[in-house]
Every structure is written in structure tokens, then in C-alpha cells.
């Protein structure tokens, strides 16, 4: 059976019509305003390997717990249930996320049956994650994100 990168490659994209349903390898959204604080709350996670989410900052700051970048990951084993990051940014940015996960310490991503389902209402985006590992999953990580000023 053809994996879901091996679809993301010969699509070209970083969004697939799979079985009906949008899959995403990344998924990318703009920050209009200077200051923006994005609620992250991991509700699922899988236990046999770790699961991380990777969210970079295109054109601005990302600050967690007063460090300061332009791309974090919040793995599930080291990170809280919730964190908030402030996006800070001179004239508006563009946020991706993606999901990652560990297996022995090595770190993958966009490999094998990896992608997301995204899901979005209003400042609220809900990701059900499908690491790469064997069959399709959604609900190898699931977190929601809700934003505000």
C-alpha cells in the first residue's frame, strides 16, 4: 500500500486528498498581528514512540518560557500537557507546524504514514497526527491550539 509521503512526493504538496478527508504534511498560517499567543494543549499522545510537535516562525520570535526562537518542539515526554507561545513579529509572519516523533532518539518527521488532520473553528485549530510508523493513525498526537492576543 502506498504511504502517505510517498503521495506528498509525487503530489508535490504539503496537502492531500486522502480517502476523502484532507491530509497535511505541514500546516502553514499567517500571524497578521504583532503580538500573538498561541495556546498548546497536547490531548493525546502515543506512549511507544515520543511524539513532538514542531512549530517554526517564518519572518518573526517565538517565545517560550522566556526563550526566544525561531522554531521549538514540544515533545510529550519533556514538555507540559500546556504551554503558551508568544509570536512576535515587526509586520505579520507565518507560522508551520508539524508533527515529529523519537524512537530511540532519533528524531523523523514527513516519512512513512505521517500527516495531520487538520481541523479549524474560529481561533481554535485541532491536529490529529498520524506519526510515520505502520498504519495510518490519527490519533497518535492530538493537540489543540487556540490563539489570542
Not at 66 to 71: G, I, L, Q, R
Not at 95 to 111: E, F, G
Amino acid at each position: 500500500m502506498e504511504t502517505l509521503a510517498s503521495i506528498f512526493r509525487q503530489e508535490q504538496t504539503n496537502m492531500i486528498n486522502y480517502k476523502g478527508k484532507v491530509v497535511y504534511s505541514i500546516f502553514e498560517f499567517p500571524i497578521e498581528d504583532k503580538t500573538k499567543i498561541l495556546h498548546i494543549h497536547r490531548l493525546k499522545s502515543k506512549k511507544t514512540e515520543i511524539q513532538g510537535l514542531k512549530i517554526k516562525v517564518i519572518k518573526g520570535l517565538l517565545d517560550v518560557n522566556d526563550v526566544k526562537a525561531t522554531e521549538v518542539v514540544l515533545w510529550a515526554d519533556t514538555s507540559p500537557d500546556m504551554v503558551d507561545i508568544i509570536i512576535r513579529s515587526k509586520d505579520g509572519c507565518r507560522v508551520k507546524i508539524w508533527n515529529i516523533w523519537k524512537t530511540d532518539d532519533l528524531q523523523s518527521a514527513w516519512i512513512g504514514n505521517a500527516g495531520m488532520l487538520v481541523e479549524t473553528k474560529g481561533p481554535t485549530i485541532l491536529l490529529s497526527c498520524s506519526d510515520g510508523i505502520g498504519e495510518i493513525n490519527f490519533t497518535d498526537l492530538v493537540v489543540r491550539i487556540e490563539s489570542s492576543n
